[in-house]
């Protein structure tokens, strides 16, 4: 079926949501049929702020960098007033490629093709032979500047979204804001993306990325490999000492829960029996000062959050952040960067660098297990005579509405949530964005007159 | 002329040799061409030409102060714990171009530029990752062993998998 065969209707029964009768299941043509992959490029990354970057990725006047709004290519730049914006990285002329650097500072761009020259607000400035060019009025009354697409910024965080019609940005994080704050909060002036960033693809859907990363069942099973090899270190059985990494066989005294917001955002947390292994633990007393004992100590505990549709943000070995953008309906690519506090010690910064290239670095210890574990479901997905999944119940008894003792500690007033025993590895953290999901395709749809 | 050749059969060969030990996936006798302190470093890149080069405040890809590292990982692709490292791929590595340099009767430093070939079973796909070496060897008891390996990735847009046996 085309997409735009695809009725509300068609998808609306790929996720069956019941919970007042402890039921929720969703269909594996979720992951595997392109036309509601059209659907989600259209309405979730196409009519929906996504992340593009930290502010720290252009830090002065007429700095740039490139990247992606679902499919299409977008340029952000700090014009040369210091103001940050985004706009389409095509010519006005016959669309070529403007910037051709992953990033870089430029006063302005000059189009290699026809001459068309551009400055840092996307402005067109310079249109070669204009006078001599015999234009007629329906040209010149052209807008001829790059396209602008629209620009938030929340903190560092930036955001761009192609349709001018969404929520005003703080409206779409909501409360998720707090746990960005959780981030942006562990460095007096933020945080910054550490150089050396990692892109790499996987051959399955990406919403396997999005799940993984609030996905606590996995880790006991995907990547005992990693466990192991933290114990044996511990044990004095590997000679390798320069990093000590998550242990994540400590769980006894751990206590976590989890959180979706509207808008598909959605948090796990637990909390952390070995502060002093972080790297911001070294700077433990500056951030006490600064943002308060709580606050503090949930900013050295775990934490991975997803800010949907593609960052998440992952503290537990050391702090990533992961940028999602999907290729097809079988293929993603991630762009994946540690980042830690602007102006951080070196003790401090070489301690999350050690613990990030351990587990989290595509040529880490643990990721790779991730990404595998997602083509092997991918592979699993190609029987079409199965229909449903059977990974969105674990929790459900203990789901309610609202916050609890350990999110109402963190800050958060969520719109679900669970808290349980150590073990639980709650799946009712992807209902959220399940259910914000059927709604961002049925705002669409209705917009489109095509419910 | 005659160290020259000399310097250069015997690079030759530890670098021939540690391809063929990584392809055959004979990991101890491929830790033990490395020296218990050597440095083994493939940096990320921090744009379109430059590569990170603090491993102390910039991320590298793999970074190892020692051999204990590879030990680590050397453990897990044996562990059957790892379903990235089930099955391992095949691999073909080539390392070409060898150029010798501050040739010393016990040490030495190699440039040499690589391919590695991998077959990826579980989607019958090949793929091909290249780029440089730079190894630092020092002669020991046990003869030439690497001191140092300074790996560069050309090709860093990944197709899922990068560990020590398609670099």
């Known amino acids: 079926m085309k997409a735009n065969e695809l009725k509300f209707n068609d998808v609306d029964r790929l996720i069956v949501d019941n919970v007042e009768q402890d039921e929720f299941w969703v269909h594996r043509d979720l992951y595997r049929d392109p036309a509601v992959f059209e659907l989600e490029m259209k309405y979730i990354f196409e009519r929906n702020w996504v992340f593009v970057g930290l502010d720290s990725q252009a830090p002065n006047p007429n700095d740039y960098f490139t990247t992606w709004i679902g499919r299409q290519p977008i340029i952000v730049a700090r014009d040369k007033q210091g103001k940050l914006g985004a706009f389409i990285n095509s010519c006005a002329h016959k669309g070529a490629r403007i910037a051709h650097h992953r990033d870089g500072n430029a006063k302005q761009w000059v189009c290699s093709y026809h001459g068309w020259a551009y400055d840092t607000a996307g402005q067109c400035i310079y249109i070669k032979d204009q006078d001599a060019g015999c234009y007629a009025e329906p040209f010149n009354k052209l807008d001829h500047n790059l396209k602008k697409v629209k620009f938030g910024q929340y903190r560092g965080f930036l955001f761009a979204s192609l349709s001018d019609d969404v929520p005003p940005l703080d409206e779409h994080l909501g409360e998720a804001k707090k746990m960005l704050d959780l981030v942006w909060d562990q460095g007096p002036d933020g945080v910054e993306a550490i150089p050396g960033v990692s892109t790499y693809t996987y051959n399955a859907n990406w919403k396997m990325q999005v799940e993984n990363c609030i996905d606590a069942y996995h880790l006991t099973s995907c990547h005992p490999s990693f466990m192991n090899i933290v114990s044996r270190r511990k044990a004095g059985e590997s000679r390798n000492t320069q990093v000590r990494s998550i242990d994540f066989n400590v769980m006894d005294v751990v206590k976590g829960g989890t959180a979706c917001f509207p808008r598909g955002h959605a948090v796990i947390y637990a909390t952390n029996p070995l502060e002093s292994e972080r790297g911001l633990f070294v700077h433990k007393d500056e951030v006490v000062a600064r943002v308060g004992e709580t606050k503090a100590k949930w900013m050295l505990a775990t934490r991975n959050l997803t800010i949907y549709p593609n960052v998440q943000f992952a503290e537990n070995a050391s702090l990533q952040m992961r940028v999602i953008r999907p290729l097809a309906v079988d293929k993603t690519e991630m762009t994946i960067y540690c980042i830690g506090a602007k102006g951080e010690s070196d003790a401090a910064r070489e301690i999350r660098i050690r613990q990030y290239e351990d587990f989290f670095n595509t040529s880490g210890l643990a990721t790779p297990d991730d990404t595998i574990a997602y083509e092997d479901c991918q592979f699993g997905f190609k029987a079409k005579k199965l229909e449903w999944l059977q990974g969105t119940a674990r929790g459900i008894t203990g789901n309610h509405r609202g916050s609890d003792d350990l999110s109402r500690e963190i800050g958060i007033e969520p719109e679900t949530g669970f808290m349980g025993p150590m073990g639980a590895w709650d799946e009712t953290v992807y209902y959220g964005g399940y259910r914000a999901w059927k709604q961002f395709i049925k705002d669409g749809l209705e917009a489109d007159g095509l419910l | ?167």
């Open chain 2, 1 to 167: 002329m005659t160290d020259l050749v000399r310097a250069l059969a015997e690079a030759s060969q530890v670098l021939y040799r540690e391809a063929y030990y990584v392809d055959a996936q004979r990991w101890d006798e491929w830790l033990g061409l490395f020296t218990d302190d050597c440095e083994y470093w493939l940096p990320a890149w921090r744009g379109e030409h430059e590569l990170t080069a603090n491993p102390k405040r910039e991320i590298s890809l793999i970074y190892y102060a020692t051999r204990a590292g590879l030990e680590d990982r050397v453990w897990r692709i044996r562990s059957g714990q790892s379903i990235a490292s089930t099955p391992l791929p095949r691999t073909t590595h080539t390392v070409h171009n060898i150029l010798v340099e501050d040739v010393a009767d016990d040490s030495m430093t190699v440039l040499s530029t690589w391919t590695a070939h991998c077959f990826f079973h579980k989607l019958n796909a090949s793929e091909v990752f290249f780029g440089d070496y730079r190894h630092s060897l020092r002669k020991t008891a046990d003869g030439w062993q690497i001191a140092r390996k300074y790996i560069v990735l050309k090709n860093d847009y990944v197709p899922t998998m990068l560990d020590i046996y398609n670099i």
